[in-house]
C-alpha cells in the first residue's frame, strides 16, 4: 500500500502543488510554518475523512481560495491503482473514489489504511480511555471484518438503551434493549480482547529493551466487572443508570491499562520513554495489519524525532524502515535524520516572502 502522487489546490498554505512520492521513505525537510505538516495532514485527511488538527473546516481552506481539492493516487497490495480525493467547503467535505461521489469516510479509511505518528502521540498513556479505544478500534477495524457491523448495532441499541434512561420509561421497555446490546458488546469485546494480545505479541523486541528489563504489560479492561457477566452487570446497575440518565457500563467504558511492572507506565516511565512506547505500540499495529491482511498501511510521522535523543532517533528510524512501509516523515533540521531511515526521497519545503511554499525534490 502507497501513495503514488498528491496534488493539493487551495489547501493550507499549498495554492497549487503536486508531489510524486517514493514506496518508502519520504523525509520532508522544511523550516517553521513551510507546510510540513500540512503535507502530511492533507495525507490524513484522505485516509481517515478527518484532520487530526483541531481547526474550524474554513481553516483548511487557503486565504486566496473558496475551496480546497485534494487528490491522490493510491496503489494498493496488489499494485492496482485507485483514485482517492476531497472537496473541502466552508461547511462541509465532500469524498470521493475514482468515480464514485456517494462516499463515506468509512471508504477512505478502508482504500487509505494510514497511521499518525505525532508529538502527541504520549496522549494514549497520559489522556483518558477514550484516547485508547479509538486506539484499539481503528486497528481492529481494519483486521477483524465482524468489528464494525457489530459495533454499528451496539452503538444502535446503547443510544435506545440511553434514549429510554433518559425520558424515564418504563423498567421493561428500557431492558428490551439489553438483548441486543449484549450480545454485540460480546463481539466487539471479543475482537478487542484478541487485537491486544496481537498488539502485545508485536510490540517491537528493541523498544521492549529500552525499559530496564522490567516488562511491559497491556491490560484489556471490558468495562464492566469480570466477576460478572454484562447482562447481569447491566441488571444490577439499573437503578443507578435511571438516576444517571445513560448506561455506564459496557464496551464503551472500555480501557487499555499500560504497565511497566506493577505501575502504571505513564506514573512511571520519562517524557522520551512514554513517545518511544506509544510509537512502539502504532508500530504494532502496522505490523498486525501487515500480519493478518497482508496490507501494511502508510506512515505518518511528524516532527517527533525532534524530541527524542539520538539513540531514540536511530531506533525508530531503525524499526519504521523494517516494516517495509512507505513513511512520510518531517524534520525541522537535516541535523535530526538517522542514518538508520536509510535510502529516502526528500522534499524541503520553505517559505518565501509571499507565503506560498517552494519545493524542492531530491533523492
Known amino acids: 500500500m502507497h501513495v503514488k502522487s498528491l496534488a493539493l489546490r487551495g489547501f493550507r498554505c499549498f495554492p497549487s502543488t503536486e508531489f510524486e512520492f517514493d514506496r518508502g521513505v519520504n523525509v520532508i525537510v522544511g523550516d517553521n510554518a513551510s507546510g510540513k505538516t500540512s503535507l502530511l495532514e492533507a495525507l490524513f485527511l484522505l485516509g481517515r475523512g478527518v484532520t487530526f488538527r483541531s481547526t474550524r473546516l474554513r481553516d483548511l481552506i487557503h486565504p486566496e481560495a473558496d475551496r480546497y481539492n485534494l ?3 493510491v496503489r494498493d497490495q496488489h499494485d492496482l491503482a485507485r483514485k482517492v480525493s476531497i472537496e473541502g467547503y466552508r461547511n462541509r467535505r465532500e469524498f470521493y473514489l ?8 468509512f471508504d477512505l479509511v478502508q482504500c487509505l489504511p494510514l497511521q499518525l505518528i505525532d508529538p502527541d502521540v504520549h496522549r494514549l498513556l497520559e489522556e483518558g480511555p477514550q484516547y485508547r479505544r479509538r486506539f484499539m478500534d481503528w486497528g481492529v477495524f481494519h483486521v477483524e471484518h465482524s468489528f464494525f457491523s457489530s459495533w454499528q448495532r451496539f452503538r444502535r441499541a446503547l443510544i435506545q438503551r440511553n434514549r429510554a434512561l433518559r425520558l424515564g420509561w418504563p423498567n421493561k421497555d428500557i431492558v428490551s434493549w439489553d438483548p441486543a446490546l449484549v450480545r454485540e458488546a460480546r463481539q466487539v469485546d471479543s475482537c478487542r480482547r484478541g487485537y491486544v494480545d496481537d498488539i502485545a505479541r508485536n510490540l517491537p523486541t528493541a523498544i521492549r529493551k529500552e525499559f530496564t528489563g522490567v516488562p511491559i504489560h497491556f491490560d484489556y479492561r471490558s468495562g464492566w466487572p469480570t466477576n460478572e457477566s454484562l447482562d447481569q452487570a447491566l441488571a444490577r446497575t439499573l437503578e443507578r443508570d435511571k438516576k444517571a440518565g445513560f448506561t455506564q457500563i459496557g464496551p464503551h467504558r472500555a480501557d487499555l491499562r499500560i504497565t511497566h511492572g506493577n505501575v502504571a507506565a505513564r506514573d512511571k516511565v520519562s517524557h522520551g520513554q512514554q ?3 506509544t510509537s512502539g505500540m502504532l508500530l504494532a499495529q502496522a505490523r498486525v495489519m501487515a500480519n493478518r491482511r497482508g496490507v501494511t498501511p502508510v506512515l505518518l510521522v511528524d516532527d517527533i524525532a525532534a524530541e527524542l535523543g539520538a539513540r531514540y532517533r536511530a531506533l525508530l528510524g531503525q524499526e519504521l524502515t ?6 512520510f516523515i518531517t524534520f525541522l533540521d537535516r541535523a535530526f535524520i538517522p542514518n538508520t531511515l536509510g535510502y529516502a526521497r526528500e522534499i524541503e519545503l520553505s517559505v518565501p516572502s509571499r507565503g506560498s511554499p517552494e519545493i524542492s525534490k531530491k533523492c
Open 322 to 327: 523494517s516494516l517495509q512501509s512507505q513513511v
Open 275 to 277: 513517545k518511544l512506547l
Open 71 to 73: 487528490r491522490a493516487v
Open 98 to 105: 475514482d468515480t464514485q461521489s456517494n462516499v463515506s469516510r
